[in-house]
């Protein structure tokens, strides 16, 4: 082997040779001088750097069986150790949470008699919801994927379907300006149905969490010209926020109590939920606005749930006080400032980037060569992501708007996007009755999924990131997986 070391002084050796090994035996690279002080935060840029990584990859560093968890020196007796001969340091890599793409189609459920319009996995990931044109809304069982409920109430096609935070409640709305609020666990209709609202109901969205852990107001946008504000308890109308001079396409209510509305009267408008005062007016768009995307959207859509974290579902055991300091640390964490970032998309072939504490646009995103309808945020608020008539989904940089690429592959109108939990991947639902599965990393097709027998409405991506569901006009909800 190599000589013994002298017993007379003890000399720490201040350099060692050591080697790069995976756990399956193969070499990262050839021998290395290593500090004897070198910390695993340096070891993991090393190894990234030697293997070549793309994105950075974590790694937890052994010598023999014991992990290396500060520094090497602290790990190894370094006066016993042999520095003639090569150290074997193993690497492993962690498992960084990483949504696979989704590849195969699980199952095809049919159930609904007409067109589904809208579809929606509750926050934790549990549920789906669907609303179709047969003036049903179906929830669907997960683990079976079979229909689970079939809710009846509304007389007319159900726009749109809208989960409370909390995942106990959700709402629908349909053509005639109804909202029914159901519960998920029996699929009954629960209070009273909730009416005011004089032409169909567009857009719903609930009172964040952290603002409020029991989940009592909700607002709707409509075609009346009117956004409204409900107790879902009360069953009552507590505000009617009238402004806007054409139909309303779309509601956010933000997480510092604001709400956002646009509108077919070109512009996008901010007020107060506490009283309805409006705030400010956004312009600049030239043709109605279709919908908006907030800053905020997933960690509100998520709420007091870490649906990718969380898988042992740690919050079953919580308090609504803990829940609630979970969902505003969640909230601050994105939006530390309370200033919200937004987007609309409108017909006039652009999107405007706006910041609520701000009249003027941030930027106008400029490159759509026809209707923009849907606009995302991808869930680390690192992007934006557009879909468009003009068969093309767009990709953009949030903070500035900055273009990034463009996804063409669609041979007709793209009408609808979501975003992986893990912001990595894009599905686009189009009129081509298609699905397709984009790279945010590589810029191209990551799947193509076809299936669907005619044009796709709604699609989503559930925030655990384990699946996507589409469904459209051909009646059956297709579920997607790896």
């Not at 409920?149 to 007319?156: P, V």
């Not at 044009?455 to 991506?461: A, P, R, S």
Request: some cysteine; hydrophobic content about 35%; glycine content about 8%.
């Amino acid at each position: 082997m190599g000589k013994e070391t002298e017993p007379e002084p003890m000399v720490v050796p201040h350099t060692l040779q050591a080697r790069l090994i995976s756990d399956t035996g193969e070499e990262a690279g050839p021998p290395i001088d290593l500090p004897s002080g070198i910390t695993t935060q340096q070891l993991g840029l090393i190894c990234n750097a030697l293997l070549k990584n793309e994105e950075t990859t974590p790694y937890l560093f052994f010598v023999g069986e014991d992990e290396i968890k500060k520094s090497l020196e602290d790990t190894l007796d370094l006066s016993s150790v042999d520095t003639e001969n090569v150290i074997d340091i193993v690497y492993q890599p962690q498992a960084v949470f990483k949504v696979r793409p989704v590849t195969r189609c699980t199952s095809s459920m049919p159930g609904h008699a007409e067109a589904i319009v809208s579809l929606h996995f509750s926050p934790d990931g549990a549920h789906l919801a669907s609303g179709s044109g047969d003036t049903t809304v179906r929830l669907w069982d997960l683990n079976t994927e079979t229909p689970h409920f079939t809710c009846s109430g509304h007389k007319q096609w159900v726009l749109c379907v809208a989960w409370s935070p909390d995942g106990q409640r959700l709402a629908s709305a349909c053509k005639a300006g109804n909202i029914i609020i159901w519960d998920p666990e029996t699929g009954q209709q629960v209070g009273r149905t909730l009416s005011g609202h004089k032409k169909h109901i567009n857009g719903l969205s609930w009172e964040p969490y952290h603002q409020n852990p029991e989940c009592r107001k909700l607002a709707s946008a409509s075609s009346d010209g009117d956004c409204r504000i409900w107790d879902v308890k009360l069953g009552q109308c507590l505000l009617n926020i009238a402004g806007h001079t054409n139909a309303v396409t779309a509601v956010r209510w933000g997480g510092a109590g604001i709400l956002y509305t646009s509108s077919k009267d070109r512009t996008v408008k901010m007020w107060r939920a506490a009283d309805g005062i409006l705030c400010r007016t956004f312009s600049g768009h030239a043709h109605w606005v279709n919908s908006i995307a907030l800053s905020t959207d997933y960690v509100l859509r998520t709420g007091p749930f870490q649906p990718v974290k969380d898988r042992l579902k740690t919050h079953l055991s919580m308090s609504t006080e803990e829940l609630c300091a979970a969902a505003l640390k969640r909230y601050q964490a994105v939006c530390p400032d309370e200033v919200e970032s937004l987007v609309s998309c409108s017909d006039d072939n652009t999107l405007y980037l706006w910041r609520n504490n701000q009249n003027k646009c941030v930027q106008r995103l400029t490159g759509h060569q026809n209707v923009v309808n849907d606009v995302k945020y991808s869930p680390d608020v690192k992007l934006i992501a557009s879909a468009s008539f003009d068969k093309s989904v767009r990709l953009w940089r949030a903070h500035d708007g900055q273009f990034i690429a463009t996804f063409r592959g669609h041979v007709q109108a793209v009408y609808t996007i979501a975003w992986s939990a893990d912001s990595r991947l894009i599905v686009s639902g189009s009129k081509d009755s298609t699905l397709k599965v984009w790279s945010v990393q590589s810029k191209k097709l990551a799947q193509e999924l076809p299936g669907h027998a005619d044009e796709v409405f709604g699609v989503d991506w559930a925030p655990d990131g384990s699946r996507v569901a589409s469904g459209g006009k051909d009646k059956v909800i297709k579920l997607w997986a790896h």
